[in-house]
C-alpha cells in the first residue's frame, strides 16, 4: 500500500469548477478504476470540459486527464 494525495477536479475553460481532494489515500497493489459520477446542473455553460486526476505519494505519481462534452438539451 502507497499513501498519498489523490485530487480529483473538473475544469471548464481551464479553470477549475470542482475539486474533491483526499490529503491521505491508500493506493493497493493491482488494477484499479475510478468510477464518478458527474452532475451537470441546469445552468451549466456549454463546452468542453476536462475531468482530472492526480495521486502524488514519496514514492509514486501519475496524472490522468480525460474530456466530455456538455451541450443544451435540445427544445
Not at 16 to 30: N, Q
Not at 52 to 75: C, G, M
Request: negative net charge.
Amino acid at each position: 500500500v502507497v499513501t498519498g494525495r489523490l485530487e480529483l477536479s473538473i475544469l471548464h475553460r481551464g479553470k477549475p469548477i470542482v475539486g474533491a481532494p483526499e490529503p491521505t489515500y491508500d493506493l493497493r497493489p493491482g488494477r484499479w478504476v475510478v468510477d464518478v459520477f458527474v452532475t451537470v446542473p441546469p445552468q451549466a455553460s456549454d463546452g468542453l470540459y476536462a475531468l482530472e486526476l492526480a495521486f502524488t505519494s514519496s514514492a509514486v505519481h501519475f496524472a490522468r486527464s480525460e474530456t466530455f462534452v456538455v451541450e443544451a438539451a435540445a427544445k
